[in-house]
């Protein structure tokens, strides 16, 4: 398979895929002409880095993930340690967002939005004076 061939059954744009043979996370072979020529093994790690990415995984949880997978002698506990770890993260975030989402509303909605200057969100933003 060809780069637009393997683009559009996996999903993913020429461009990454492009970015993830440069940083090494897929290595297809080349053909006598320099042209990628992709097999079945490379169109499902790409899978595989597509799924992973669109859970949050960085790139390079994506190196660690793509080495267990292919790591037929791996222990599940490796995965699931790492799993756990992205969702820690995933859940620190969610919780920054409440914050921020909290503080956000109470500031809405002490700001009377009519034609006046005062603005209690502008206020907080510009800090103490």
Do not use: Q
Not at 11 to 37: D, H, V, W
């Amino acid at each position: 398979m060809n780069i637009a061939d393997v683009a559009r059954r996996s999903g993913l744009p020429a461009k990454t895929i492009r970015y993830y043979e440069e940083i090494g996370l897929i290595r297809p072979a080349r053909s006598a002409n320099g042209y990628r020529a992709f097999a079945g093994a490379d169109l499902h790690k790409l899978a595989f880095l597509g799924r992973a990415r669109s859970l949050g995984f960085s790139i390079e949880e994506c190196r660690k993930l793509l080495a267990l997978w292919e790591d037929r002698g791996r222990a599940s506990a490796d995965v699931k340690a790492l799993a756990e770890a992205h969702l820690r993260e995933i859940d620190a975030k969610i919780a920054e967002l409440k914050a921020m989402r909290g503080t956000l509303a109470g500031l809405v909605s002490c700001c009377a939005g009519d034609e006046r200057p005062d603005c209690p969100i502008l206020s907080d933003l510009a800090g103490p004076d």
